[in-house]
């Protein structure tokens, strides 16, 4: 295998079997520690493929859908996604899956054993990935900007995802006592002192992340091929989040509990990290990316994501699986081969998907190449 990478510090997959998953019924891949590229038509099944990789983290998978309509059509019960792979403490087994049952969520086994939570996922590896859907990033809500945000904090701290989780459920309780008209003051007290501890524990994490990130890409020494991108906060706590985190949070309970009449009136919590913006900037043309031109936003968002690679990679170790659905088509030559020298310069095993296999011509012996087609896959 010929691969500028030092695969000792790598974390690449081995094997990769689906049984009920999308539109295959039963499938079975091995893989060589190489990157791999999937290619053929649309609807082939390709990204599919990729979906079952990104269950090697925690959540919904990159196309953030439903248990039910992730299960192929018309099988018995849910569907189940199993791997090998060289992970950040060495081999190990992972399986994970739902039973079919209505409600019932994902399950994970970590070497044959229940793992409490698909949290202990990110003891093993971190996923990163870039969709064909994530190219309305800059344009679209600041919802998705915020999850996107936490997906980036996650890879390099793995209690983020938890805390969002206790805060919005928090957060719920909270609005449905108001919207009762409940203004119990000790049941209002104490989800307001979870909320505090919680809510600045994310703020301050986001910040810490767009610090690392903002200093990581300033080290890149001019443009490159992929525009630089400038990425701020705005919102809860972004220009006055000074001070020891209690006394933050002393602030935001205090907010919280002053607004209790302004929230009830309007139906939901109107203070918090709940309603953060993650604000994004060319850095050479100093114009907001949600101005920029199409070509453009798609080059920031591409090494925004690369940025992230490369930070999982120094702050956990170990170099992230990155996932690239169709990304390919939309660069020029130059830009093709200088992303998969970017790639193998984070040193993980990438994922790529596209509908002609010369786009990939630059990998040379670097990528391991499927042919995919209604279902069935062919290595080439």
């Not at 995802?161 to 459920?169: K, S």
């Amino acid at each position: 295998m010929n691969r500028n990478l030092d695969m000792s510090s790598s974390i690449f997959l081995t094997a990769l079997k689906l049984t009920d998953f999308r539109n295959y019924s039963q499938v079975s891949l091995a893989f060589d520690g190489r990157h791999v590229v999937l290619t053929g038509e649309n609807g082939s099944g390709k990204t599919n493929l990729m979906e079952a990789v990104s269950f090697l983290s925690p959540g919904r998978g990159l196309r953030r859908a439903a248990y039910a309509q992730v299960a192929r059509k018309d099988a018995a019960a849910g569907f189940t996604i199993f791997t090998e792979l060289e992970g950040m403490s060495g081999d190990v087994a992972i399986g994970t899956g739902t039973d079919g049952s209505e409600g019932s969520g994902r399950k994970v086994r970590i070497n044959g054993t229940p793992a409490g939570s698909s949290d202990e996922l990110l003891d093993h590896a971190r996923v990163v990935w870039l969709t064909p859907a994530m190219d309305g990033l800059f344009t679209g809500s600041a919802g998705e900007r915020r999850r996107f945000l936490d997906r980036m904090v996650l890879s390099i701290d793995p209690a983020h995802g938890r805390r969002v989780a206790d805060f919005e459920r928090a957060m719920r309780s909270r609005n449905r006592l108001l919207s009762e008209r409940r203004m119990e003051p000790v049941w209002l007290s104490g989800l307001e002192e979870q909320m505090a501890g919680l809510g600045v524990a994310m703020a301050l994490a986001r910040r810490e992340l767009l610090s690392l990130l903002t200093g990581l890409i300033a080290e890149a020494d001019g443009e490159g091929p992929f525009p630089a991108p400038e990425v701020a906060l705005s919102g809860f706590f972004a220009d006055r989040a000074e001070g020891p985190a209690i006394d933050l949070e002393d602030r935001y309970r205090a907010m919280l509990e002053e607004g209790r009449h302004r929230d009830a009136a309007a139906g939901r919590t109107l203070e918090g990290p709940h309603r953060s913006e993650m604000a994004v900037r060319h850095a050479q043309k100093q114009m907001d990316a949600a101005l920029c031109s199409t070509g453009e936003q798609k080059a920031l968002l591409l090494g925004l994501v690369l940025a992230h690679a490369r930070l999982t990679n120094r702050i956990s170790g170990h170099p992230p699986i990155m996932l690239f659905d169709e990304v390919a088509a939309h660069l020029d030559a130059g830009r093709r081969a200088a992303l998969f020298e970017r790639i193998d310069e984070i040193g993980g095993q990438a994922f790529m998907t596209g509908t002609d296999r010369s786009l990939f011509e630059a990998l040379e012996d670097r990528g391991q190449f499927f042919n995919v087609s209604n279902g069935a896959i062919r290595e080439n």
